[in-house]
């Protein structure tokens, strides 16, 4: 059976995107794929704004460590140390929160979803609020632009070079982390290099470091400068000439092809089609805005195989559910929790490697959490759950990461909590002015499921309050993003 239009675009904006906003209902039906992904292009043509959420105190404290390079002298009291550490932990909640709403509102939706895609691939952990930011704007300045920049510049990344150990990388004693990482997940992929190739890319990386303002720094006294071979290749490289070497092979295109294949279209590779996208992302010098053009243009794209087939990562949970039902949280920390619980904390991911994605994301537990979450932000349900210490995510800290959410009526314990969101219905509400009352069910179903219900329009207005019209849809809504097809996209 042919696809629609509203079919074919709402599977394009799950995909390019966090899923439809209510204001794109209207036009679903109207234009064309190809002219709603021309419309994304443009939206996110834009460079966008950097993100500061430090705070003023911190950031004051950082610019005394310039003048004296205090934090490299351990010369910051014990106090400071600490107050540093407490303030960089709430700028990185607060950084998270504030992408989080980045990724629901912004008209920028095929920018911030490639950024997410680059967060996972350029998986990284750091507790300085100033690293993360850094971190943040390479990937979203750089997420549509050429991969080659994107590589280099995550590479000369404070938050990067100490999370991979490459300050400590210096002749006569390299430090192999970063230049294997480099190799086995940003370029590569496992298998095709040797590990000569990784002792040799170490020595060539040798020297590279940060400042404490996160600024990257050559020492040149701690840089092996002699000859080495990667890949076949000879010279006395740098890291910046390793990183090419990199680049001209065809393999790190077709890693990334694969990659972005999995991640936007399908989970199962299919080998012709990513063999394709790799050449002519190859032949493109790595324009990633043309290799998502060849995806989202394409008509297989749009075959009924790829359309419904993957689950939601927690945070597009999260994001589309809001996009489709805009609301207002008396708690925003419940997001931070629910990410906890669901399993995909923004900058915290679980190693080196990222959220490995697919299945992975569900088990017993996490999807009756999931299929509660519309229930939650109702608030006809309440949290009672306590995410584990997940020490990969932890970091170490037991304490401390996630505080516990204060419910309205004073309790402050993890358990028995409420999201308590205050959700604007009237352009959803709009929407469905015209529909009849027996059709309701179907139209809902149509806009919030990329695959058909296992469960009956019968049951779905059982579980509905009929007491009214806007009551009805209200409930219903909730009812149908609370089934498990709604977890797919």
């Known amino acids: 059976m042919a696809l629609t239009n509203q079919q074919k675009n709402q599977h394009l904006l799950w995909r390019a995107g966090f899923g439809p906003a209510v204001e794109q209902l209207g036009d679903l039906s109207k234009f064309s794929p190809h002219q709603f992904y021309k419309a994304l292009v443009k939206a996110s043509d834009k460079k966008p704004e950097y993100i500061n959420v430090a705070d003023n105190y911190l950031q004051g404290l950082m610019m005394g460590v310039d003048q004296a390079g205090k934090m490299e002298k351990k010369e910051l009291s014990a106090e400071d140390r600490k107050k540093m550490q407490q303030l960089s932990r709430e700028g990185i909640r607060n950084l998270n929160l504030y992408w989080l709403k980045e990724m629901v509102n912004s008209g920028a939706q095929l920018r911030e979803k490639m950024a997410f895609f680059w967060h996972g691939h350029f998986a990284c952990r750091n507790l300085n609020i100033f690293y993360q930011q850094g971190m943040l ?11 080659g920049d994107l590589l280099k510049e995550v590479s000369k990344s404070a938050a990067m070079l100490n999370f991979l150990n490459n300050q400590q990388n ?42 404490v303002q996160g600024e990257f720094v050559f020492r040149k006294f701690q840089h092996d400068a002699g000859t080495k071979t990667v890949l076949g290749h000879t010279g006395e490289f740098d890291g910046d000439e390793v990183l090419d070497i990199l680049l001209e092979q065809k393999q790190t295109a077709k890693y990334i092809s694969q990659k972005i294949y999995r991640f936007f279209v399908n989970e199962q590779p299919d080998t012709a089609k990513i063999e394709w996208l790799a050449d002519r992302f190859y032949k493109n010098s790595y324009d990633i805005s043309k290799l998502l053009e060849d995806i989202f243009t394409s008509d297989w794209f749009y075959d009924e195989k790829n359309i419904g087939v993957k689950i939601k990562s927690p945070v597009e949970l999260l994001a589309g559910i809001q996009r489709m039902l805009p609301m207002t949280l008396e708690n925003e920390e419940a997001l931070m929790l629910l990410q906890r619980v669901l399993g995909q904390l923004l900058f915290y991911p679980p190693n080196v490697a990222g959220w490995p994605g697919g299945k992975t994301w569900i088990d017993s537990s996490t999807l009756m959490m999931r299929m509660r979450i519309p229930q939650l932000i109702n608030d006809e349900d309440e949290m009672n759950v306590k995410p584990k210490d997940d020490d990969d995510q932890m970091m170490g800290r037991k304490d401390t990461d996630e505080r516990p959410i204060r419910k309205a009526g004073g309790g402050n314990a993890f358990g028995r909590q409420q999201i308590n969101a205050n959700v604007d219905w009237s352009l959803y509400l709009k929407n469905l002015d015209k529909v009849s009352r027996e059709e309701l069910v179907n139209a809902m179903s149509g806009l919030l499921l990329q ?6 329009n019968d049951l779905i207005s059982q579980y509905a309050d009929a007491g009214s019209r806007d009551n009805f849809i209200k409930t219903a809504t909730i009812q149908i993003m609370s089934t498990p097809e709604y977890q797919m996209c």
């Open 451 to 456: 695959v058909k219900s296992s469960i009956s």
């Open 137 to 147: 704007d390479i990937i979203r300045r750089n997420s549509l632009g050429n991969f």
């Open 170 to 211: 210096r002749k006569d004693h390299p430090n192999e982390n970063f230049a294997r990482e480099v190799m086995e997940l940003f370029t590569l992929g496992r298998g095709n290099y040797t590990e000569h190739d990784i002792k040799e890319s170490a020595r060539a990386f040798t020297g590279w470091g940060a400042n």
